[in-house]
């Protein structure tokens, strides 16, 4: 499959945990961006990577969110000291960059947080 | 604010049946709008790219207009089949480097034997 890809596809956890999520674009994409996504909602922007570099971060990403992609290839999310709002799907999205603003974003699956 | 709403929330057709979705936003500087479809629990799939010059493009059963003077688009499913049951979700992006989207909240579409 050659898709963007997010692992884990499911996660539970304590209040008070700290999660990490990792995202795997398709092949040679060098934009990634995270969304959230609650129920009955679309998803939220939350950040933004061109390569390896964070270009845009949202104000929904507070400081206990950190993402990264060192070498400009898969992503991670961490969220630390979770607690019971940051309960929602979390999706990566991939794009090539090479269309300009017609961009088309390709999603993975998403990974579903439940915060006990 | 920017803000794309998205009528009705949900929507029960039989199949067979044809269908309009609508759209409305707020954002600016646009750049481009788009349709997803997103079935439960997967991530959003892309059906439609509008820029502001393009009035309305297809995707097989799928045809979207856009009205950039109203700020205004709809998503026309022809001959649904009980595949097409899916949220659809309105989506616009930001004119600028990042092509940063903003969703809509999604009209729920169930189509029914």
């Known amino acids: 499959d050659t898709g963007v890809s997010q692992d884990p596809r499911h996660k539970i956890t304590k209040r008070g945990q700290n999660v990490t999520f990792r995202c795997d674009p398709i092949?040679?994409?060098?934009?990634l961006y995270w969304y959230r996504q609650t129920l009955g909602q679309g998803p939220e922007f939350l950040t933004y990577?061109?390569?390896?570099?964070?270009?845009?971060k949202s104000r929904l990403l507070s400081d206990r969110f950190s993402a990264e992609r060192p070498k400009g290839s898969f992503s991670t999310l961490e969220i630390q000291r979770t607690e019971q709002g940051d309960s929602a799907m979390y999706l990566c999205?991939?794009?090539?960059?090479?269309?300009?603003?017609?961009?088309?974003?390709?999603f993975g699956p998403g990974t579903r947080l439940t915060v006990l | 604010k920017n803000q794309v709403e998205q009528s009705p929330q949900s929507l029960i057709i039989l199949e067979g049946k044809n269908c309009t979705l609508q759209c409305n936003y707020t954002v600016s500087p646009f750049s481009n709008l788009r349709w997803y479809k997103q079935d439960t629990g997967r991530g959003p799939v892309s059906l439609t790219i509008m820029t502001f010059s393009e009035n309305t493009k297809s995707n097989g059963r799928y045809t979207a207009t856009l009205d950039a003077d109203t700020k205004q688009s709809s998503l026309h499913i022809t001959a649904s089949q009980l595949s097409d049951s899916a949220s659809y979700i309105c989506v616009v992006a930001f004119r600028g480097a990042t092509n940063k989207l903003i969703f809509g909240t999604g009209t729920l579409l169930a189509v029914q034997p």
């Open positions: 990577f061109q390569n390896e570099a964070q270009l845009e």
């Open positions: 999205a991939s794009s090539s960059g090479r269309t300009g603003s017609t961009d088309t974003q390709y």
């Open positions: 092949s040679e994409h060098n934009r």
